[in-house]
C-alpha cells in the first residue's frame, strides 16, 4: 500500500538502505524503518527509548500505524517477527532512516499530490481572479466612462483609459444640481444614524447583558423580532406616522425612525456576554455610578465591535434609498442616493456626467473600505454571527 | 480606563450603592427605554397600522373607510398583484440559488495560500462596498445596447441582447446583478464561518491520506452547517426586500417584468395613493418575510438557555 504523504524524493534511497540495514541485522534500523514509524512524532519517542529494539519493533510499529490511520498488511508480521520486523521494503518503498533526518512537523505530499495541489492551486488562483475582475470591472467602467467625452462614449475598441480625457463632466455635473448639498444631507444623515445606533444598541445591549430584571427575555425577543420588519413592509403606515408628526420633508424624519436596531442591540449583547461580571461589580464596590460603569468599563471594552457596527450602519444608512424617496419631496432635504436616481432620470442620456456622479458618490465609501478595511469586513461577518 | 478615578471613593454615595439592586434594575430599564420607545413607534406601531389599513380604504386624502377583506379579496383576483408575486418569486429563486454555491466557492478558494491574496480578497469584495442606488445607475449604463457587457459578448460572438429594452430579458439583467452583488457578501459570512473550523481537522484528515475533496465534504460542509442555514435564510430576506435596482433600473418594467413586490407595493401606495391596497399587499410580504425571519432569530439564538 503506498502511503501518501512521504516526501517522494526521499522515497528510493532511505528504503535500499534500510534493507541494507535489516540485512546486518540492524534491529534499530528495522524498528526505525517500520512503515508505520513514518509520522513524526510517535516515532522519535520509539527511538529514544529504544532499550530493546526487537520489543519496540513489535509493538511500537502496529500503533503508530493505527495513529496514522492506514491499514497495512506489514505491521501483523513485524509484531509476529521482531527479528524480520522490515516488511518486504521493495512493495511498501517507505522506509527511511531516520537518525539521519531531523523531525518534522509535517508529512510533506508524494510527488502525485503536489503536481495535483500545484494544479489546483493554479486553477484558484484563475478563478479567484476571474471574481475579482467582475468585481471590479463596473468600477473601472464607472470610472472610465466618466472621464470619456460624450462622442467617444461607445467608442470601439473600448477606451479603458479615454482619450481625450474629460474631466469637465464632473464639475458641469456637480453644478448642474445641488451635489454639495445632498453630500452635506447624506452625511448629516448618515453620521447622526450612525452614532445614535452605537450609542442606543450598546445601552442597550448592556442592559440585556448584564442586568437580571422581570421582561427581559420577552423585551429581548420582543427588540429581535423587529428584524422582521423591515421598511419595505412598513413603509406606508410609516409614512403615515411620519406624517402625522409632521416630519416629512424634515431631518428628524430621515434620522430618528433609523436611530436603533433590533441587530445591533443583538450584537452588542452578544459582545457584552463575554465582559466579566466582576469586572462591573469591583466597579461597583469602588463606588462609580452605574452610569460611569458603562461609559468607562463596558465601552472600552467593546471597542470592536462598535467599530464593527459603526461601519455597517453607516455604509446602510449611506445606501438609504427607498425611505428619502418616501418623505422628502424638498430639493434641500435630498439624500445623495435620491439625487442621483433623480439626476438619472432627468439626465438620462449624460453618461458621462452620471458616471462622474456615481464615482463621487461611491468615493465615501471606497474611502472607508481601504481605510477601515478590516472593520469593514467585519462589520459584514458578524451579521452571520450566531452561537 | 481610569481605574485611578474609579479607585477614588465617593463617600456619601458608596453608602447609597452598595445592596442597590433595585437602583440596578431601575437603570437596566432606563438605558433600554429609549430602544424600546424608538422600536415601538417606528416598527411595531407601524405594522399593527399596516394590518387596520389593509382592511380600509384609503388615498389620504378623505379619511379611511372600513371594507373589510376587499383589498385581500381584490389582491387574489388583481392580475398585477400576481404578476408582482410571481416576479419576486422568480427574482427570490435565482437570485438565490446561484449565491450559495458561488459564495461558499469563493470563501473556500480564499481559505488556502493564493498569489497576492489581499489584493484579490479586496477586489472580490468591491460589488458590497458600491452604494445600490449607484449601482444601478452603473449597471444600467453597462446594460446599454452598445455597452460594456454586450461588447464583451460580441467578443465572443454572441449577438447584442437588449437586456433592460426586453421583457424576456430584464429581469434576468436585475437578478445577475443581485447576484454580483451578494455573493462577496456571504462569501465574507462563509469566511467567518470556515475560520470557526479547527485546523486540527484538516490536519488529520491530510494525515490520513484523504483528498481536499473528501475533506470539503466530510469536514467543512457537515461543520459549515449553522452557517451554510443561516446564509440560506438571509439571502431570501435580502431578496424578498428588493427595491432600489428594479426601481431606478426599469421602474418596473418593460410590461410588468421586473415589478417585484417591494416595488408594486410603493407604486400602490405613493403613486396611486391606494393605501389600503399597499397596507394588504405588505401584509403577504409580511408572512413572506416573517417565516424566514423567524428562522433566522431561531438560528441566531440556539445557543440560549
Same mark, same amino acid.
Request: proline share 7%; charged share 15%.
Given at each position: 500500500?503506498?502511503?501518501?504523504?512521504?516526501?517522494?524524493?526521499?522515497?528510493?534511497?532511505?528504503?535500499?538502505?534500510?534493507?541494507?540495514?535489516?540485512?546486518?541485522?540492524?534491529?534499530?534500523?528495522?524498528?526505525?524503518?517500520?512503515?508505520?514509524?513514518?509520522?513524526?512524532?510517535?516515532?522519535?519517542?520509539?527511538?529514544?527509548?529504544?532499550?530493546?529494539?526487537?520489543?519496540?519493533?513489535?509493538?511500537?510499529?502496529?500503533?503508530?500505524?493505527?495513529?496514522?490511520?492506514?491499514?497495512?498488511?506489514?505491521?501483523?508480521?513485524?509484531?509476529?517477527?521482531?527479528?524480520?520486523?522490515?516488511?518486504?521494503?521493495?512493495?511498501?518503498?517507505?522506509?527511511?532512516?531516520?537518525?539521519?533526518?531531523?523531525?518534522?512537523?509535517?508529512?510533506?505530499?508524494?510527488?502525485?499530490?503536489?503536481?495535483?495541489?500545484?494544479?489546483?492551486?493554479?486553477?484558484?488562483?484563475?478563478?479567484?481572479?476571474?471574481?475579482?475582475?467582475?468585481?471590479?470591472?463596473?468600477?473601472?467602467?464607472?470610472?472610465?466612462?466618466?472621464?470619456?467625452?460624450?462622442?467617444?462614449?461607445?467608442?470601439?475598441?473600448?477606451?479603458?483609459?479615454?482619450?481625450?480625457?474629460?474631466?469637465?463632466?464632473?464639475?458641469?455635473?456637480?453644478?448642474?444640481?445641488?451635489?454639495?448639498?445632498?453630500?452635506?444631507?447624506?452625511?448629516?444623515?448618515?453620521?447622526?444614524?450612525?452614532?445614535?445606533?452605537?450609542?442606543?444598541?450598546?445601552?442597550?445591549?448592556?442592559?440585556?447583558?448584564?442586568?437580571?430584571?422581570?421582561?427581559?427575555?420577552?423585551?429581548?425577543?420582543?427588540?429581535?423580532?423587529?428584524?422582521?420588519?423591515?421598511?419595505?413592509?412598513?413603509?406606508?403606515?410609516?409614512?403615515?406616522?411620519?406624517?402625522?408628526?409632521?416630519?416629512?420633508?424634515?431631518?428628524?424624519?430621515?434620522?430618528?425612525?433609523?436611530?436603533?436596531?433590533?441587530?445591533?442591540?443583538?450584537?452588542?449583547?452578544?459582545?457584552?456576554?463575554?465582559?466579566?461580571?466582576?469586572?462591573?461589580?469591583?466597579?461597583?464596590?469602588?463606588?462609580?455610578?452605574?452610569?460611569?460603569?458603562?461609559?468607562?468599563?463596558?465601552?472600552?471594552?467593546?471597542?470592536?465591535?462598535?467599530?464593527?457596527?459603526?461601519?455597517?450602519?453607516?455604509?446602510?444608512?449611506?445606501?438609504?434609498?427607498?425611505?428619502?424617496?418616501?418623505?422628502?419631496?424638498?430639493?434641500?432635504?435630498?439624500?445623495?442616493?435620491?439625487?442621483?436616481?433623480?439626476?438619472?432620470?432627468?439626465?438620462?442620456?449624460?453618461?458621462?456626467?452620471?458616471?462622474?456622479?456615481?464615482?463621487?458618490?461611491?468615493?465615501?465609501?471606497?474611502?472607508?473600505?481601504?481605510?477601515?478595511?478590516?472593520?469593514?469586513?467585519?462589520?459584514?461577518?458578524?451579521?452571520?454571527?450566531?452561537? | 480606563?481610569?481605574?485611578?478615578?474609579?479607585?477614588?471613593?465617593?463617600?456619601?454615595?458608596?453608602?447609597?450603592?452598595?445592596?442597590?439592586?433595585?437602583?440596578?434594575?431601575?437603570?437596566?430599564?432606563?438605558?433600554?427605554?429609549?430602544?424600546? /420607545?424608538?422600536?415601538?413607534?417606528?416598527?411595531?406601531?407601524?405594522?399593527?397600522?399596516?394590518?387596520?389599513?389593509?382592511?380600509?380604504?384609503?388615498?389620504?386624502?378623505?379619511?379611511?373607510?372600513?371594507?373589510?377583506?376587499?383589498?385581500?379579496?381584490?389582491?387574489?383576483?388583481?392580475?398585477?398583484?400576481?404578476?408582482?408575486?410571481?416576479?419576486?418569486?422568480?427574482?427570490?429563486?435565482?437570485?438565490?440559488?446561484?449565491?450559495?454555491?458561488?459564495?461558499?466557492?469563493?470563501?473556500?478558494?480564499?481559505?488556502?495560500?493564493?498569489?497576492?491574496?489581499?489584493?484579490?480578497?479586496?477586489?472580490?469584495?468591491?460589488?458590497?462596498?458600491?452604494?445600490?442606488?449607484?449601482?444601478?445607475?452603473?449597471?444600467?449604463?453597462?446594460?446599454?445596447?452598445?455597452?460594456?457587457?454586450?461588447?464583451?459578448?460580441?467578443?465572443?460572438?454572441?449577438?447584442?441582447?437588449?437586456? /433592460?429594452?426586453?421583457?424576456?430579458?430584464?429581469?434576468?439583467?436585475?437578478?445577475?446583478?443581485?447576484?454580483?452583488?451578494?455573493?462577496?457578501?456571504?462569501?465574507?459570512?462563509?469566511?467567518?464561518?470556515?475560520?470557526?473550523?479547527?485546523?486540527?481537522?484538516?490536519?488529520?484528515?491530510?494525515?490520513?491520506?484523504?483528498?481536499?475533496?473528501?475533506?470539503?465534504?466530510?469536514?467543512?460542509?457537515?461543520?459549515?452547517?449553522?452557517?451554510?442555514?443561516?446564509?440560506?435564510?438571509?439571502?431570501?430576506?435580502?431578496?424578498?426586500?428588493?427595491?432600489?435596482?428594479?426601481?431606478?433600473?426599469?421602474?418596473?418594467?418593460?410590461?410588468?417584468?421586473?415589478?417585484?413586490?417591494?416595488?408594486?407595493?410603493?407604486?400602490?401606495?405613493?403613486?396611486?395613493?391606494?393605501?389600503?391596497?399597499?397596507?394588504?399587499?405588505?401584509?403577504?410580504?409580511?408572512?413572506?418575510?416573517?417565516?424566514?425571519?423567524?428562522?433566522?432569530?431561531?438560528?441566531?439564538?440556539?445557543?440560549?438557555?
Amino acid at each position: 500500500m503506498r502511503d501518501p504523504t512521504p516526501s517522494s524524493n526521499r522515497t528510493t534511497q532511505p528504503a535500499t538502505q534500510a534493507r541494507t540495514a535489516t540485512d546486518r541485522g540492524a534491529l534499530v534500523m528495522a524498528a526505525e524503518a517500520c512503515p508505520g514509524g513514518l509520522g513524526e512524532g510517535p516515532r522519535s519517542r520509539v527511538m529514544s527509548g529504544a532499550a530493546c529494539p526487537s520489543v519496540m519493533a513489535g509493538a511500537a510499529c502496529p500503533s503508530v500505524m493505527a495513529g496514522a490511520g492506514r491499514p497495512s498488511t506489514a505491521s501483523p508480521r513485524a509484531s509476529s517477527n521482531g527479528v524480520d520486523a522490515q516488511p518486504s521494503p521493495a512493495t511498501t518503498q517507505q522506509p527511511t532512516l531516520q537518525l539521519t533526518r531531523p523531525p518534522r512537523r509535517k508529512p510533506s505530499p508524494s510527488i502525485f499530490r503536489r503536481v495535483l495541489s500545484f494544479r489546483g492551486a493554479i486553477i484558484a488562483q484563475l478563478l479567484v481572479l476571474l471574481a475579482a475582475l467582475i468585481g471590479v470591472v463596473p468600477y473601472l467602467w464607472m470610472l472610465s466612462s466618466s472621464l470619456r467625452t460624450m462622442d467617444n462614449m461607445f467608442a470601439l475598441p473600448i477606451q479603458w483609459i479615454p482619450h481625450p480625457l474629460n474631466w469637465r463632466s464632473y464639475v458641469i455635473a456637480w453644478h448642474a444640481q445641488d451635489f454639495t448639498r445632498y453630500f452635506i444631507n447624506s452625511g448629516v444623515v448618515a453620521v447622526a444614524i450612525t452614532f445614535g445606533n452605537l450609542l442606543l444598541c450598546s445601552l442597550a445591549g448592556y442592559s440585556l447583558a448584564k442586568f437580571r430584571y422581570f421582561g427581559r427575555g420577552v423585551l429581548f425577543l420582543l427588540i429581535l423580532s423587529t428584524m422582521m420588519l423591515p421598511l419595505e413592509v412598513t413603509m406606508v403606515p410609516l409614512f403615515l406616522i411620519i406624517k402625522r408628526l409632521d416630519w416629512a420633508n424634515s431631518y428628524q424624519g430621515l434620522i430618528v425612525p433609523f436611530l436603533v436596531d433590533g441587530f445591533g442591540v443583538f450584537l452588542m449583547r452578544q459582545y457584552m456576554l463575554g465582559i466579566p461580571k466582576d469586572l462591573i461589580d469591583s466597579a461597583r464596590i469602588d463606588g462609580a455610578s452605574e452610569l460611569q460603569i458603562f461609559w468607562q468599563i463596558v465601552l472600552p471594552l467593546c471597542k470592536p465591535a462598535l467599530v464593527a457596527l459603526g461601519v455597517f450602519t453607516f455604509r446602510e444608512a449611506w445606501d438609504m434609498y427607498i425611505w428619502p424617496l418616501i418623505i422628502v419631496s424638498k430639493d434641500s432635504l435630498r439624500t445623495l442616493p435620491l439625487a442621483i436616481s433623480l439626476f438619472m432620470s432627468s439626465y438620462g442620456t449624460a453618461w458621462d456626467q452620471l458616471m462622474a456622479i456615481a464615482v463621487l458618490g461611491t468615493l465615501p465609501m471606497i474611502l472607508l473600505f481601504f481605510f477601515l478595511q478590516r472593520a469593514f469586513i467585519q462589520g459584514i461577518a458578524v451579521t452571520g454571527l450566531k452561537e | 480606563m481610569s481605574s485611578a478615578a474609579l479607585a477614588k471613593p465617593i463617600p456619601h454615595r458608596r453608602r447609597w450603592h452598595l445592596g442597590t439592586a433595585k437602583k440596578q434594575t431601575l437603570f437596566a430599564y432606563a438605558i433600554l427605554l429609549p430602544t424600546l /420607545l424608538i422600536l415601538l413607534t417606528f416598527r411595531f406601531l407601524p405594522m399593527i397600522d399596516a394590518f387596520i389599513i389593509a382592511f380600509t380604504k384609503y388615498d389620504l386624502i378623505h379619511p379611511p373607510r372600513f371594507v373589510g377583506f376587499a383589498n385581500f379579496i381584490d389582491l387574489i383576483h388583481d392580475p398585477l398583484f400576481r404578476n408582482a408575486a410571481f416576479v419576486s418569486l422568480t427574482y427570490v429563486v435565482f437570485s438565490v440559488l446561484p449565491v450559495w454555491p458561488l459564495s461558499l466557492a469563493l470563501a473556500v478558494l480564499f481559505y488556502r495560500r493564493l498569489w497576492l491574496k489581499n489584493l484579490m480578497r479586496s477586489a472580490v469584495f468591491m460589488p458590497v462596498v458600491m452604494p445600490a442606488v449607484v449601482m444601478a445607475v452603473v449597471w444600467t449604463f453597462m446594460y446599454h445596447q452598445d455597452g460594456v457587457i454586450n461588447t464583451f459578448l460580441g467578443w465572443a460572438g454572441i449577438d447584442p441582447i437588449p437586456w /433592460l429594452r426586453s421583457s424576456k430579458t430584464a429581469l434576468w439583467a436585475v437578478i445577475l446583478i443581485g447576484i454580483w452583488r451578494a455573493t462577496p457578501y456571504y462569501m465574507v459570512i462563509f469566511l467567518a464561518g470556515l475560520q470557526a473550523i479547527p485546523a486540527e481537522y484538516y490536519e488529520a484528515a491530510e494525515i490520513d491520506g484523504a483528498s481536499r475533496w473528501s475533506a470539503f465534504w466530510n469536514i467543512t460542509l457537515p461543520l459549515l452547517k449553522p452557517t451554510t442555514l443561516l446564509v440560506m435564510v438571509m439571502t431570501v430576506i435580502v431578496a424578498m426586500k428588493v427595491f432600489a435596482v428594479p426601481m431606478i433600473m426599469t421602474g418596473g418594467g418593460p410590461a410588468d417584468s421586473t415589478r417585484v413586490l417591494p416595488l408594486f407595493i410603493y407604486q400602490t401606495a405613493f403613486e396611486f395613493f391606494d393605501m389600503g391596497h399597499a397596507a394588504a399587499m405588505s401584509v403577504f410580504l409580511f408572512v413572506a418575510v416573517m417565516l424566514f425571519s423567524v428562522a433566522q432569530i431561531r438560528i441566531f439564538t440556539s445557543g440560549e438557555d
